[in-house]
C-alpha cells in the first residue's frame, strides 16, 4: 500500500512541474541551439571527462550509503545483533538525515561545496573503520549513534551539496542530462556495494571488516580527488554560460578553475 500511495506524489510533481516556467537560461540555450535527438549521447561527447568526475565525487556517498542502508542490517544480524535494533537505528539516523541534508547543502552555499565534499569523503573513511566495531558491541543505544553519525552528519555532508555541484558542472545545453547521468552512475554504487561488500568477507580468511573499511577509505580518495579536479562551483554564474562562458573546456570536457570569490 505504502508503495501503491507514492503514484501520488507523481501526480504532485507533475503538477508542479506543469506550474514551473522553464529557466531563462534554459530558453535562451533552446532557441540558440537545435535541440539534439540523442541529449546523452551530446552529454557524452561534449563533457565526457565533468561526467567522469561528477560521479567519482558521489560514488563514495552512495557506497557509504549501501553500507549504512543495507550491508549494515545484515552484517548486524549475523553477528547476533536483534534485526530490529539495527532497523531501528537506521529509522533514527534517516529522521536526523532530513535535518543534516539540509543544514550541509545550505552552508554549501556558503563554504562552497568541495570543502564540504572533502570533509565528507574523510570523514566516511575514518567511520568506516569505527562503525564496525560499534556494531558489534551489540549495544542498541551505541549501534544508534553510529547510525546517526553516518548517515545523519557525515553521509549528508557529500550528499547535500550534490545537487547544486552537479547542475553548476555542465553547461546549459547538457546540464539536465549531465547533471542526471552524473547522479544515477554515482548511484549504482549504493546498488553494488552491499554485494562487494559481502563478496569480500566470503573470501577473506578471517572475519575482519578492516577490508571493507579499506575499499570504502580508496573510493573516498577517489571522491577527494575528482573533487579536487573539478575545482569550486558555487560561484559560477549560469547566465554567463549562456553567453558563451560554459564551465567546461570543450577540448577535454575539464572545468576550469575558478576563483571562489562571489561573481561581479
Not at 508503495?3 to 506543469?18: K, Y
Not at 541534508?101 to 575514518?126: E, F, H, K, Q, Y
Amino acid at each position: 500500500l505504502p508503495f501503491l500511495a507514492s503514484i501520488l506524489l507523481l501526480v504532485v510533481g507533475i503538477i508542479v512541474r506543469s506550474a514551473v516556467d522553464e529557466s531563462p537560461e534554459f530558453l535562451a540555450a533552446k532557441t540558440r541551439a537545435p535541440s539534439r535527438r540523442i541529449p546523452i549521447v551530446a552529454a557524452l561527447r561534449d563533457q565526457p571527462v565533468t561526467l567522469l568526475f561528477a560521479v567519482g565525487v558521489g560514488l563514495s556517498a552512495f557506497m557509504f550509503q549501501g553500507l549504512l542502508t543495507t550491508y549494515s542490517v545484515a552484517y548486524g544480524v549475523q553477528i547476533g545483533v536483534e534485526q530490529q535494533t539495527i532497523l531501528n537505528a537506521l529509522s533514527f539516523s534517516s529522521f536526523f538525515a532530513i535535518f543534516g541534508i539540509i543544514g550541509w547543502s545550505r552552508l554549501s552555499d556558503t563554504i562552497g561545496r568541495r570543502p564540504l565534499v572533502i570533509a565528507g569523503a574523510v570523514l566516511i573513511a575514518v567511520w568506516s573503520f569505527v562503525l564496525f566495531p560499534m556494531i558489534e558491541t551489540k549495544d542498541g543505544l551505541i549501534i544508534t549513534i553510529g547510525m546517526i553519525i553516518g548517515q545523519g552528519v557525515i553521509h549528508p555532508m557529500i550528499y547535500g551539496p550534490l545537487a547544486g555541484l552537479y547542475s553548476e558542472l555542465f553547461d546549459t545545453e547538457h546540464r539536465y542530462t549531465g547533471a542526471s547521468l552524473g547522479y544515477q552512475i554515482a548511484g549504482i554504487g549504493a546498488g553494488i556495494s552491499p554485494v562487494l561488500f559481502a563478496a569480500i568477507m566470503s573470501s577473506a580468511d578471517s572475519p575482519s571488516t578492516v577490508p571493507l573499511s579499506i575499499v570504502i577509505t580508496a573510493v573516498a580518495a577517489i571522491s577527494i580527488l575528482c573533487i579536487w579536479r573539478l575545482g569550486e562551483t558555487k560561484s559560477r554564474n549560469l547566465s554567463e554560460q549562456n553567453l558563451g562562458e560554459t564551465p567546461t573546456n570543450t577540448k577535454n570536457g575539464t572545468p576550469p578553475a575558478l576563483p571562489e570569490g562571489p561573481t561581479q
